[in-house]
């Protein structure tokens, strides 16, 4: 289940309005429009409003829940937890034995609530019921060059038997001590962002999580080369629909030096192999040649993600939506969470 915002920004009239050359958000981020809460909501709104929307969309008895997580990096309390709020959800139904708290992490929260609940169900304390994990964040920027990268949003999911998403057991993580995104000042809800340095990091990260897929596949036998040739679509975390964009070209370039891109001749993957990623040479290639990937398996993904913006720690799971609902016959979907960990689901 997700909630959108009713409220938006047009991308375009924010390139007027920020004087900032036509196309910059809109081509430059690959954003339309960036959703915003009303004066009446927050962060407690709005998981409120999906988590009640889930339960009563699919008759769920709030009886039946048994773990709630919350991932934010949005707070109006220091101590009070999202999770304690939603709890009004399911004590008037005489449900309060809920385990789970809220988890903050950056946009890595609601993933790391989405594993833990994953852990309980196949724990020796799972007591039979249904997990809920729910991701919601508001996005802000001081004035400047990140605002348009901004949004809002929150999603509820459920996690149990019989699902029609499986989690595959292979993932990989990565994680590292680095300063381009925080919130150093209790008195700003703006964090301190050094957007270049926050890209290598993106990079970075996904570059060894892909790896770590590739060996751990091969560790058990189970696929010799891992590569997009294995997948149906990629889902990322994503900020900024271009960074997904430039980062599913990462991954054909990956899989192109391993020889596994057919379509590359010898004489592309001597250039390929020989020279500087960044390099003309080697970007031609790469922007020409994965065109027809990204059209099939990597542009679904950003459906949701150009319309409302960025939602933090739930933009990775609005690219799984968006798959989802615009093809709902797809056999197996991959979705990537960048820089920390990557997570694989596949439909039965």
């Known amino acids: 289940e997700i909630y959108i915002p009713k409220m938006y920004v047009d991308q375009e009239d924010l390139e007027v309005y920020d004087n900032a050359g036509k196309g910059k958000y809109t081509i430059g981020l690959g954003q339309k429009r960036m959703a915003f809460l009303g004066c009446s909501e927050d962060i407690n709104s709005v998981a409120l409003t999906v988590t009640h929307n889930l339960l009563e969309k699919y008759s769920i008895n709030p009886k039946s829940i048994g773990r709630l997580e919350v991932g934010t990096e949005t707070f109006i309390d220091k101590s009070k937890s999202v999770k304690?709020?939603?709890?009004r959800l399911f004590s008037g139904y005489g449900n309060n034995d809920i385990e789970g708290i809220t988890t903050t992490n950056?946009?890595?929260?609601?993933?790391?609530?989405?594993?833990?609940?994953?852990a309980w169900i196949e724990s020796s304390a799972w007591d039979g019921r249904y997990g809920l994990v729910v991701a919601a964040d508001i996005a802000v920027y001081e004035k400047g060059r990140a605002r348009p990268s901004g949004g809002a949003g929150a999603i509820a999911y459920l996690v149990g038997p019989n699902a029609p998403l499986v989690m595959e057991p292979i993932?990989?993580?990565?994680?590292?001590?680095?300063?381009?995104?925080?919130k150093p000042d209790p008195n700003s809800e703006f964090p301190v962002v050094d957007g270049q340095l926050s890209i290598k990091c993106f990079i970075n990260a996904l570059d060894h999580c892909y790896k770590g897929m590739d060996q751990k596949f091969q560790q058990r036998n189970m696929i010799s080369n891992f590569g997009l040739n294995q997948i149906d679509y990629a889902c990322f975390h994503t900020p900024f629909c271009k960074l997904v964009y430039k980062s599913f070209l990462r991954l054909w370039y990956l899989?192109?030096?391993?020889?596994?891109?057919?379509e590359v001749t010898p004489q592309q993957l001597e250039i390929l192999k020989s020279q500087p990623y960044d390099s003309k040479e080697v970007q031609g290639i790469v922007t020409q040649q994965a065109k027809s990937y990204w059209k099939v398996k990597g542009e679904l993904s950003t459906f949701l993600s150009t319309e409302m913006g960025n939602i933090y720690t739930g933009s990775l799971y609005a690219s799984l939506i968006s798959v989802s609902y615009t093809h709902l016959t797809l056999p197996t979907i991959y979705s990537v969470q960048i820089s920390v960990v990557a997570v694989s689901l596949k439909k039965k």
């Open 84 to 87: 304690t709020t939603l709890m």
């Open 106 to 118: 950056a946009c890595y929260g609601a993933t790391s609530a989405f594993l833990n609940t994953c």
């Open 171 to 182: 993932r990989s993580s990565f994680a590292d001590d680095a300063y381009d995104f925080y």
């Open 255 to 262: 899989d192109a030096i391993r020889g596994l891109i057919p």
